[in-house]
């Protein structure tokens, strides 16, 4: 790795009058100079992007105003798939088993991928191989994932019911079989799976945090925690938002691990809308009418991430 | 290593069939100059069949070449196979793999009319019938496997109980699946086996019960069906769908190496089992076929016909097909669900659409397979309606009746509830 | 830590790596299951209860998956679709996320909104769309498809975006009064201080191809062109699964990545301050 070379910077610095960015007023030419080059940056991306990601996905807007079989032409309804949502029960129900995951899933998964990350970011002897096991999950093969969760699930013969047995009686939870216990199982191994995935992108966001402004609070007397709530908290914050957003987003379009576990199963008791959308999509060939339930998923999804988007801006102003 | 000597146990068969003079030989108006159709199949590894027909077919016809394009098994054909009809990019003839979704198929207008083909076809094809959509047919039956009841005759004598002689009704089924159990007694080994798909329960009710339809509305005749289930893997006499799921049993394991004394299952399993059998795969037992347990008595008894189900596997072609290749294509099509074809699959142990006493002969000829008077009663003489009628909502219906199988063998919800619960829900989301 | 070390403070560090060793090995459970299962015959994989000692041991599963199936095919085509994938990924990414984190222009943030957006969109619900589109090109059925579908997410742009966001001004802002232009701040700058994001970045995109399965599914019918993923399906035939050699065929293909990334440790936790800047 080259190190940058960096000269005196703090004498520097105060040329350019730090904060606040509004308090700045380029010429015109200057503007239009950084807007520029701002998207020289971004052009080799976006031109992928936009042709590969997102004409496809307009085309999805716009057949989910119409009747479309996926064969035929697309007939234009207007607002009637939409409509025909508020009517649709099952349509309910996927969408309260996609909160239901969600609630759980972000906060849990949050949690636990940081404290994972705090843990295995310190200088432990085999840190990296309890990382490398904490990804572990992450890159194992979905089905192998499924198949052996559903054993240790297994309400009879499963090794989970059998170590619960020692110490509680009666009705041992049924876990996949059971309409009550199959979603809190789905959570249990959608956390497992993905927190080492969270847990490197905070392992990466934790390397930015200076470690001489954790030995300054440290000499101030301040606790480990009273350190990880004004020290590493507010520096891990863009991090954090990626994080945030990016777990509310996948937990929202949940598809693989439900397919593979319980198939949305048993009865509706774990049926999410991503895989609504696949079922109406691929199986039932109403891809207006799925397309209008991948519309409402990503309004759910573009609600939460401005608010988180704000939230984020007004805390950095 | 199954596969292999799965597909070396066809060509044997093949080569067997051939020697006894059932090789494919027509002569159709053969288009002129060389022509190639595309034909899309799936996991040619361990299907052979599209293979087989393809051989059979350019043999009989040296200027036309079958050009095979493989999918994935599964649903996943299906998948697949739409996102290359919604591009024209699939293959000239493809086949329709789950009878469901023929309706949105041919109302896509992916399909072209074959009635033509159809009207040549012997009208004892299985299946070929219901094919016809307001007196257009655009897809023809080639190959049909019926529900059958597979049984483990040394588990039978280690029990003491009477083997099967097709009289039986699904009471004396779930008797004997419990004498069985006990009999046995042996921990892990049960009376029998059911796997958990929804078809092991609905569609036996579907195909018996005098007047039940997917499309009536009305449930209950899935009822009885659900209690006896229920019955049997309370009583333990099968694995609970519970531990079928979980630990994702499967069916060839159970039977294969002596886990269940009997099965349900369809004919397809005939050939998997001889070539576990052959391979060491499965264990070496002596097995027998009998016909699927009835409503009640009025079809048992080897002097009727037992109803069971089964859906058509069809081949249609596609719309976008270059014209010059319509008449190949259609000829290729009438080889395939004829007798040639027949012979052909049978030869490789696949149950075709046409059972005819030559398929029946190439299929009990093959080393393996139960020679006694009832196995061959059960595979040659059976009613089999389908799983999946032809109609509009079927795939919807389906979906519901899917999500009410697993909440009724899980015991989530009680039968009842189930029933009016999916009733409603048909009502509401369908149609 | 410092060198002082009381019985006590042995004693809850003893306790803590038996905690971490125990979970370790509960988070290894479902990979010793295919690993075991991969020493099973087929029949064998699954059972009630579970067999947790294959009996015989299969290490043919090991051959066969070589000789019988197209592994060395499989993994080829895998190795170069992931790749190339990760290379453009990243670069672009990385690229992209300067102009969004560091350069100020109208419109950038409801540009980067509508970045976020797609990510929101499930891929099952436009990749007919896409399919359409790809197929029109002529590039259905060829791995440039399965390139382009993933080299240019959202994901890489976010991702490193928010990495440079925590990266403080004041040192591209130096290096701009020194003269520096702004692709030399992306290089000679930004890019050195963020190897643990591109380190993170790098092995998430990589893994991603490396275990999709829909993506090949919708797009190759070549058996010559099929990816590892595609290739362990196809050991699920229409009634019957050879479920050992998928799993051997699974334990395969995780172990490169798990060595990719134990090797690539020292890069994940390189923190600004060891690479000699002070911000």
Redesign the interface.
Known sequence: ??????????T??F??P?PP?PLRKPRTSL?VR??L?????????????AV??????I??FY?SLTDW????TADWVGLDNFARLF????FHIALGNTLYYAALHIPITIIVSLALALLL?Q?LRGA??????????????????A????????????PINQFLGMFVGGDLP??????DWAMPAVIIVGT?KDMG?YM??F??????????LHEAARIDGAGAWQRFWNVTLP?????M??VT??VT?QS??V?DLILVMT???????T?V??QY???K?????Q?GY??A??VV??LI??LV??VQ?LYNKRRDA | MNRKIMSAFGVAAAASLALTGCGGESEPEAPEGPVTISLAGWDFASTPEFETLADAYEEANPDVTVELKEYPAGDDYDTALTADLSAGAAPDVFIVKNLKNYVTFTDGGTLLDISDVAAELDPETGGLEPMAVDGVTYAVPYRQDSWLLYYNKELFEKAGVDLPDGSWTWDDYAAAAEELTEGIDEKSVTGTYLHSWQSTVQGFALAQTEGAALDGGDFSFLAPYYERELALQDGGAQPSYATVTTNELTYQAQFGTQKAAMMPMGSWYIGTLVAEQESGAAETFEWGIAPIPQLDESTTGTENTPVTFGDPTTMGINAGIDESKVETAKDFLRFAAGPEGAAALAGIGITPALIDDTVADAIFSLEGVPQDELSRFSYTTHETLPENPVGQNTAAIQTILGEMHSAVMSESTPVDEAITEAEERVANEVG | MTARTSPFRRFGRVLLYVTMIVAAAGIMLPFAWMVISSLKLNNQVFTAPVQWIPDPVQWRNYVDIWVKADMVTWVRNTLVVSVAVTFLQVLTGSFAAYGFAKMRFPGRDVLFLLYIGTIAVPWQSYMIPQFQMLSSWGLNNTLWAIMLLQAFGAFGVFLMKQYYESIPDSLSEAARIDGLSEYGIWWRIIIPLSVPALASLTIITFVQTWNDYLGPLIYLRERPLWTIQLGLQSFIGEYNAEHALIMTGSVLSVLPIALIFLLGQRYFVQGIATTGVKG
């Open positions: 790795m080259t190190t940058p070379v960096v000269g005196n910077q703090r520097l610095g040329s350019q730090e960015p503007k950084n807007a080059i701002g998207w020289t940056f971004i052009l080799p991306n976006f031109l992928g992007f590969l990601t997102l004409t496809p996905v085309t999805l057949m079989n996926i064969f035929g009517g649709d029960k099952s970011n200088k990296a191989f309890f990382r490398t096991v904490a990804f572990f999950p992450y890159i194992t093969s979905i089905v192998a994932v198949v052996v969760w559903n054993m240790l699930f297994s309400p009879e013969f499963g049924g876990w996949t079989v059971s309409k497992w995935y490197l992108l392992l990466a966001g934790l390397q930015t945090v200076p470690t001489e520096c891990l914050r863009p991090t938002f990626f957003v990016m987003i929202l379009k598809f198939d949305g199963g048993p009865g509706q008791a049926l809308l991503s959308i696949f079922q999509g691929f199986e039932q060939f891809f799925a397309s339930v991948a998923l990503f999804c573009i991430t401005v988007f």
